[in-house]
């Protein structure tokens, strides 16, 4: 091989691997770039979900609602239920809701923490109608102690 051929050759090699170098630099930029503004690649971008409205929906199937409760979520029947029915279950079970007890501000501030880490939209007008109905229905129960025994067959203790 020439000496010429040779320096050709080298040449070559040199040159891809400094595209290379280029090419892996661009990435690795692009990576920083995208942890650090995470919207800034257009990555990451949170699907907004398109769940059905009240309005869409309409009212709840009043045959569903046995005993004064709807059968199909547990939630106790009462004004706002059909939102809580249509808001509160397409992420989670009913039972999250009907387990938990709080304060009207208790709710809101449930509300708000779901707003701020899990997703939940904003309910508009609807919040109103179904913090109302969770603090009326899952209100603390505040009971400071049991309550009076009852119903007891009383026994006669034989002293002797
Ligand atoms: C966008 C989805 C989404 C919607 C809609 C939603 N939640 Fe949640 N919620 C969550 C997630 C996620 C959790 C956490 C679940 C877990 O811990 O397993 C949660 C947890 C909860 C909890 C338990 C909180 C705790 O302290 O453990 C309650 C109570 C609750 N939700 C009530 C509601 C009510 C009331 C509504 C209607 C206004 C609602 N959720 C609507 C996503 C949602």
């Not at 409760?69 to 079970?93: A, N, R, Y």
């Not at 508009?124 to 209100?139: K, P, R, S």
Request: aromatic share 10%; charged share 20%.
């Amino acid at each position: 091989m020439h000496y010429e051929e040779f320096k050709n050759v080298v040449k070559r090699i040199y040159l891809m691997f400094s595209l290379l170098a280029v090419m892996l630099f661009i990435m690795a930029l692009g990576v920083v770039c995208n942890m650090l503004y995470p919207s800034f690649l257009g990555f990451n971008k949170e699907s907004t979900p398109t769940y059905e409205t009240p309005e869409s929906l309409g009212v709840i199937d009043r045959n569903d609602i046995k005993n004064g409760i709807h059968q199909p979520t547990g939630l106790v029947e009462g004004e706002g239920l059909e939102q809580v029915v249509v808001s509160c279950t397409p992420c989670h079970s009913a039972k999250l809701v009907t387990q938990n007890r709080a304060t009207k501000e208790g709710w809101v501030g449930i509300i708000r923490w779901m707003q701020e880490t899990q997703n939940l939209w904003d309910l508009g007008a609807n919040e109103t109608i179904i913090v109302d109905y969770l603090a009326t229905h899952y209100a603390p129960e505040n009971k400071g102690r049991r309550d009076v025994l009852s119903n007891i067959e009383w026994y006669n203790l034989d002293v002797k």
